[in-house]
């Protein structure tokens, strides 16, 4: 059973930055592909970038080079940092899952495990 629990949500102005944490459960890294998420208001639910055991890193057009995904193995925690925050970044944040050795792609219908969310909210 893989269990999810994000943290560090919060309310930003535009420019500024926050990073995402999500406790993980035994040695899910060796088995599934990690990730977060999102659904804005009034917005459908999209993906937002993956990582494997391979360190293979996958992002939505939308947040390339201004987010990074990373995963401390020793902390079992996987980490969302997220800079030159945007008012259309403002969405519910989950941690997600899928079982895979290695990431395919980013796409949220991919996921089979979810966390329960984390809000982040960019002002202008």
């Known amino acids: 059973q893989v269990q999810l629990m994000e943290s560090g949500g919060g309310s930003v102005q535009a420019g500024g930055s926050l990073r995402l944490s999500c406790a993980t459960s035994?040695?899910?890294?060796?088995?599934?592909?990690m990730g977060w998420a999102r659904q804005g208001p009034g917005k459908e639910r999209e993906g937002v970038a993956v990582?494997?055991?391979?360190?293979?890193?996958i992002y939505a057009a939308s947040v390339k080079d201004r987010f990074t995904v990373s995963f401390d193995i020793a902390k079992n925690t996987l980490y969302l940092q997220m800079n030159s925050l945007k008012p259309e970044d403002t969405a519910m944040y989950y941690c997600?899952?899928?079982?895979?050795?290695?990431?395919?792609?980013?796409?949220?219908?991919?996921?089979?495990?979810w966390g329960q969310g984390t809000q982040v909210t960019v002002s202008s």
């Open positions: 990582i494997d055991r391979a360190g293979t890193e």
């Open positions: 035994g040695s899910t890294y060796r088995n599934y592909c």
């Open positions: 997600a899952a899928y079982p895979a050795r290695f990431c395919y792609g980013v796409a949220s219908s991919q996921f089979k495990y």
